[in-house]
């Protein structure tokens, strides 16, 4: 895989699958590196799919993504939750301005934010969110759900000691601020995951000098079926924030695109057989004021990811050869 050009704004991971197929396992690296962060393993209960997200080096279960055997959801809980509470991916309704073809949409908890206009649901089924404000510069890391963090107990000195103290020192500025400090309001925020295609090459320019094979060539690795894997996940707040401005802005000539908290590539070989390679990029600055922690965004983006390989196999299905069709069934009964 190219190595990407260094931006400090982004966090970069790679995300890899094997290439054995007894092997259902998916790993995240951190990039450049062989160290393995998370990964995704697959159990099969008597009813559902199970894969549990797993922090490697505690082999702590972080996440688990929940699938049925027969129908189609997909549901994503944390070993705190209480039972029978998880969050699901839902597909967007086509009634909505956000729909896309095989687009998804979820709800968690994230940090206030100032900058978030009054937020539209991508589904007329959910209620309104809370608009308190706090200061964007005092977000915290959730551990999900997101907690506010407890304010400071202070005890107030007595009279007499207090003249004391004041004579002797002055005021400190830290003190001052932490004695201000505020729990951190939290609200429910809307998350749209979808499809996200941008060539792998560039296409060259038609020319007497290029050659059909070249042209050929670079028509087919940007239309190769994993090129339908890359994808984004951006806060609905964005999608707004950029409509509204666009409404107010209706002379500009070039589209703009809503800021996206995390962008996947896929950079699966031509050809390549049962196995992914892939690069997914988090935004370091929407992740702050979020609040929540990564491992989260990584379950959600390893979900979408599956949801989306499965989507492209069954279209290739059908329209599959009864040949094809028999090898498919064959190898999927080696894996069991």
């Not at 699938?67 to 209480?82: A, D, E, Q, V």
């Not at 007329?124 to 608009?131: A, F």
């Not at 999900?144 to 103290?165: F, G, N, Q």
């Not at 800021?259 to 049962?274: K, S």
Request: one cysteine or more; proline letters at 11%.
């Amino acid at each position: 895989m190219q190595t990407q050009p260094h931006n400090p704004n982004l966090t970069r991971y790679v995300i890899r699958s094997s290439d054995v197929i007894s092997d259902l396992r998916i790993n995240v690296f951190e990039e450049s590196s062989d160290k393995i962060i998370w990964y995704k393993e697959r159990f099969l209960s008597d009813e559902e799919i199970v894969e549990h997200l797993v922090h490697n080096q505690t082999s702590t279960i972080l996440w688990t993504i929940h699938k049925p055997k027969r129908g189609w959801y997909i549901r994503i809980r944390s070993p705190s939750f209480p039972p029978g509470v998880f969050m699901p991916l839902l597909p967007v309704p086509r009634s909505s301005p956000d729909y896309a073809d095989a687009a998804l949409y979820f709800s968690c908890r994230t940090n206030n934010l100032p900058l978030s206009p009054p937020s539209t649901s991508i589904s007329p089924k959910k209620s309104g969110i809370s608009r308190d404000s706090v200061d964007s510069d005092t977000t915290v890391v959730h551990s999900y759900p997101p907690t506010p963090p407890v304010a400071p107990i202070v005890t107030p000195p007595s009279p007499r000691s207090l003249s004391t103290k004041l004579d002797e020192i002055g005021p400190s500025p830290a003190n001052s601020a932490r004695t201000q400090a505020k729990p951190i309001p939290s609200r429910i925020a809307q998350f749209l995951l979808a499809p996200h295609s941008t060539p792998h090459i560039p296409i060259p320019q038609q020319t007497d000098q290029t050659s059909f094979i070249t042209r050929a060539v670079s028509l087919f690795k940007n239309h190769k079926p994993s090129h339908s894997l890359s994808f984004t996940l951006t806060p609905v707040d964005n999608i707004r924030r950029l409509k509204t401005a666009g409404s107010s802005q209706s002379h500009h000539l070039i589209p703009q695109s809503p800021t996206p908290l995390l962008v996947f590539h896929d950079t699966t070989p031509v050809l390549t057989f049962r196995s992914m390679t892939g690069l997914l990029e988090i935004n370091r600055a929407e992740e702050h004021m979020l609040g929540v922690e990564t491992s989260f965004w990584i379950a959600v983006s390893l979900s979408y990811l599956e949801f989306l390989e499965d989507r492209e196999v069954s279209g290739l299905c059908s329209r599959c050869s009864p040949l094809t069709l028999l090898l498919q069934s064959y190898l999927a009964a080696m894996t069991d």
